[in-house]
């Protein structure tokens, strides 16, 4: 079924959502964290969660609504009305339903029971609901109950407001499972009236979750029961596997809240013990919302913003904060951390482990932004790809929870550790490691078609799925090895991996103009459409992937007939619509033609105009896209967030920069969206973006200038931001 998005800028829905939840001017520079909306993109293809979440944290604590779909990949959907628990694990827009463990329901007798996975529910409604950066809270109404969440890095905090009842009630539900999610096994324990522990094993998209936690109530429970339950999924079912629900009962007749702490581990119990010890040893709920309030505005005012709407620096800060809720730390207070190959281990010391990296999504301007505002967690995450190499047998494509899920394609740690370690923000003592993980993940011959790619010089489409992705994304791999090689002067690897980063141009047919999938014996698949979409292109057709050549655009030009003959095609590229007949796939979202916003093999597109001559036409697509296909309502993403590229999209643009090509060290310039955007680099240093006067009528660079000097190429260098200054841009209509 065709589906299609529209973000509108004024209905009633969106009216309520701005008033209740960004009602009044702040100063960014006082709290930004005021202007982020967690509940952005709650709505439409964002697949968001709008819980609470320490910088980078293991616990995501977030409500579910309880029932499976698409529409609730992420455990909650803003037309839904119903609140079925609050969980501690989620996924930030990645389309894969996974995770939701240990999930907590209160509610007060006569409960509400819905059929199936949804089981004991509440109806709530958004006028009682409150997100923000590190705060959620909600009424549930069918129980007259307030719940307020909180969260550290592996620790989460409720906080219950019941009615005056003798049987106000926390269910424990460690069978509660949806989507791909479902229970292997769970063990539930009480430890004394106020302190309960246990696991849940589950799979889902990765294969082999294990999760560990020890929780504190603030009161004793008066009664308790634990009921043992057969998983409805078919597997577990079938299986006959075994999970709990327990049911604790508190008398609130004093008014009292009940509050309770919960922390989590990979590990054993144990784990999680020094976790809660560690991070979040009492009930001060307070000083936690405090505490956490402080951490997000540290972070989030690493980038000032001046100038805009009020919706538009909303929207800018609730983005910069979604940039910061993935990777995600895998580890416990200890140091130690589940591993790919099913063992414990003891860590990198003075490092931290990480997991959650959406690798095909994130390479392309998350780990970008992460270089320029996150440097000091940037060698962690590379420790963290070469201990899963170690443990693996390669570097990982989507890691999540100790587990690889082989999501996606490439092998899109390379770039993510090139660009580190050509930016110098990686210790010489791991180059190494980083220069021998990377080609020896490229050349495992028995992965994904990387044999024949290496054989025939293009994944033969008759043999290997996604075969003209794979092609392209492997060149695009290759080309940031050839730069990782020639920085360590590795000259004879680089002479190999250069030949190979030109491979794209293997699947190039000058008859059609496009890139087109390629049989073993060097026939061209007969009858390709460019607009269509099939099992040889990745979440996308042949429009979207002629462009990805993001190494080598010069030479991507010359194939397509020079610099005239690739604007026309650019042109046609944003302005050819698709058709009433044509289907498009629930990925093929945020269109402006052909040009899909809403997946991520678009997301350099619009600046390639600026390789040709004409940055004209980069800046007016880039000003198009800004403001259409983002908005501060809870529709206002127009794809998933996939951990953090949508918004890193959105951050790196509304500043007036992208990276076309994170490893070339270099930035596209398209147009601003705020008159002043000020970095405050690691180095102590600023860089400044300058443009008066810009609006959506007037985002045209008229002039450019770098520290006082005219700019010729609409280009900056990563040296030239690090280095401090102000770019200024003089614009007009």
């Known amino acids: 079924m065709k589906k299609r998005y529209l973000i509108v800028s004024v209905c009633s829905m969106a009216a309520m959502f701005t008033l209740s939840c960004t009602s009044h001017e702040t100063?960014?520079?006082?709290?930004?964290?005021?202007?982020v909306n967690p509940l952005i993109g709650t709505d439409g293809p964002g697949n968001v969660y709008p819980g609470v979440c320490a910088p980078f944290g293991m616990v995501q604590l977030s409500p579910d609504n309880g029932t499976s779909g698409w529409d609730r990949i992420a455990g909650y959907f803003w037309p839904d009305t119903t609140i079925a628990g609050f969980s501690h694990t989620h996924l930030s827009g990645t389309g894969a339903g996974d995770l939701y463990d240990i999930s907590y329901m209160p509610a007060v007798p006569p409960f509400k029971v819905g059929e199936g996975e949804l089981g004991v529910y509440s109806v709530f409604n958004h006028a009682e609901e409150t997100a923000e950066a590190g705060y959620y809270s909600v009424y549930l109404t069918d129980y007259q109950t307030r719940v307020e969440l909180v969260a550290t890095e592996r620790c989460g905090m409720q906080r219950y407001l019941f009615p005056k009842s003798a049987e106000a009630t926390v269910f424990v539900n460690l069978a509660k499972q949806m989507n791909w999610d479902y229970t292997m096994g769970s063990e539930l324990r009480v430890v004394d009236d106020r302190t309960i522990e246990g696991y849940r094993l589950s799979e889902g998209w990765a294969p082999d979750q294990r999760i560990y936690f020890v929780a504190q109530f603030s009161?004793?429970?008066?009664?308790?029961?634990i009921d043992t339950v057969v998983s409805e999924h078919p597997v577990a079912r079938y299986n006959g596997l075994e999970s709990h629900i327990g049911r604790f009962v508190f008398d609130t007749r004093d008014g009292r809240p009940v509050t309770v702490r919960t922390a989590?581990?990979?590990?054993?119990?144990?784990?999680?013990?020094r976790n809660l010890a560690a991070e979040m040893p009492d009930f001060a709920f307070d000083s936690i919302r405090t505490a956490q309030r402080a951490r997000w505005n540290a972070l989030l005012d690493r980038i000032q913003v001046r100038g805009g709407t009020h919706d538009e620096r909303v929207s800018f800060y609730t983005a910069l904060y979604r940039t910061m809720l993935a990777p995600t730390l895998f580890d416990d207070v200890d140091g130690r951390y589940f591993g790919p190959d099913r063992q414990i281990h003891a860590?990198?010391?003075g490092a931290r482990n990480y997991s959650t990296f959406s690798l095909w999504d994130t390479y392309r301007a998350a780990h970008p932004l992460y270089t320029l505002i996150q440097p000091r967690r940037v060698p962690d995450m590379a420790i963290s790809m070469l201990n899963f190499y170690d443990q693996h047998g390669m570097l990982p494509v989507w890691p999540l929870w100790g587990n690889e899920t082989d999501m996606m394609i490439g092998y899109h740690s390379v770039p993510v550790l090139a660009e580190a370690a050509l930016k110098g923000l990686l210790p010489d003592t791991i180059l190494?490691?980083?220069?021998?993980?990377?080609?020896?993940?490229?050349?495992?011959?028995?992965?994904?078609?990387?044999?024949?790619?290496?054989?025939?010089?293009?994944?033969?489409?008759?043999?290997?799925?996604?075969?003209?992705?794979?092609?392209?994304?492997?060149?695009?791999?290759?080309?940031?090895?050839?730069?990782?090689?020639?920085?360590?002067g590795r000259d004879s690897v680089y002479e190999v991996f250069a030949r190979r980063a030109k491979n794209y141009a293997n699947l190039f047919c000058a008859e059609s103009g496009f890139m087109q999938p390629r049989l073993a014996n060097g026939q061209w698949l007969p009858a390709f459409d460019p607009k269509a979409y099939t099992k040889h292109i990745t979440e996308s057709n042949g429009w979207q992937y002629l462009w990805s050549v993001q190494q080598d655009v010069e030479g991507l030009v010359k194939l397509m007939g020079g610099p005239e003959a690739f604007e026309k095609r650019l042109d046609e590229m944003f302005t050819l619509y698709p058709e009433e007949s044509?289907?498009?796939?629930i990925f093929s979202t945020g269109m402006i033609g052909q040009y899909a916003h809403g997946n991520e093999p678009s997301h350099h597109v619009a600046y390639l105009y600026d390789y040709i001559g004409r940055p004209q036409k980069t800046q007016q697509y880039v000003s198009q896209i800004l403001r259409t296909q983002y908005a501060a309502t809870?529709?206002?993403?127009?794809?998933?967030?996939?951990?953090g590229q949508m918004s890193a999209w959105y951050v790196f643009s509304a500043m007036g920069f992208y990276p076309v090509d994170p490893v070339s060290l270099e930035y596209a310039i398209g147009t601003p969206l705020f008159e002043e955007s000020v970095i405050h680099?690691?180095?102590?240093?600023?860089?400044?973006?300058?443009?008066?006067?810009?609006?959506?009528?007037?985002?045209?660079?008229?002039?450019?200038?770098?520290n006082g000097k005219p700019l010729e190429r609409p280009f900056i260098l990563w040296n030239d931001i690090q280095a401090g200054g102000v770019l200024e841009l003089t614009v007009g209509r």
Request: overall charge negative; charged content about 25%.
């Open 27 to 35: 100063s960014v520079a006082d709290d930004p964290v005021a202007l």
């Open 219 to 225: 009161q004793p429970f008066t009664t308790y029961s």
């Open 264 to 273: 989590i581990s990979a590990v054993d119990i144990e784990g999680a013990r």
């Open 347 to 349: 860590g990198t010391p």
């Open 432 to 488: 190494n490691r980083v220069f021998d993980a990377c080609v020896a993940t490229a050349e495992r011959d028995d992965y994904r078609g990387i044999g024949r790619y290496r054989q025939l010089g293009y994944v033969p489409a008759d043999e290997e799925g996604e075969s003209l992705s794979k092609t392209l994304e492997y060149a695009y791999d290759d080309h940031c090895i050839a730069r990782l090689a020639r920085y360590l």
């Open 582 to 585: 044509d289907t498009l796939p």
């Open 634 to 643: 809870p529709a206002g993403l127009c794809g998933n967030e996939d951990c």
């Open 681 to 706: 680099l690691e180095n102590g240093r600023t860089f400044t973006v300058r443009a008066p006067g810009v609006s959506a009528e007037r985002s045209r660079i008229e002039a450019m200038t770098l």
